[in-house]
Nanobody, 127 residues
């Protein structure tokens, strides 16, 4: 069983930056494909960014391209989401997700492809 714990959320003004972290339990983090999703009030959960276990292949939703960067530190069992130039429409609960034993270059953009989820961290962007 993999446990994921997100942190770094908060309240910021439009144009500010935040870095979310997701710490994973277990000794096989380097074998996990990782992703970030978000869910705004009254909306379905949506894909934000994903990264392969190799760190060489990221993927972003159109809304995140050019503003968000996903990265991972396998030595720290942690994946990050750096969010810059934030907008009010980025307001949501952000979830970290993991798929175990993924292919080395596998990047997963659908929530149904993930095995494990964190509890979420709230991000609020004021205008």
């Amino acid at each position: 069983q993999v446990q994921l714990v997100e942190s770094g959320g908060g309240l910021v003004q439009a144009g500010a930056s935040l870095r979310l972290s997701c710490a994973a339990s277990g000794r096989t983090f380097s074998s996990y494909a990782m992703g970030w999703f978000r869910q705004a009030p009254g909306k379905e959960r949506e894909f934000v960014a994903a990264i392969s276990r190799s760190t060489g292949v990221p993927a972003y939703a159109d809304s995140a391209k050019g503003r968000f960067t996903i990265s991972r530190d396998n030595a720290k069992n942690t994946v990050y989401l750096q969010m810059n130039n934030m907008k009010p429409e980025d307001t949501a609960v952000y979830y970290c997700a993991a798929k175990g034993l993924s292919d080395i270059m596998e990047v997963l953009t659908s929530d149904g492809q993930y095995d494990y989820w964190g509890q979420g961290t709230q991000v609020t962007v004021s205008s």
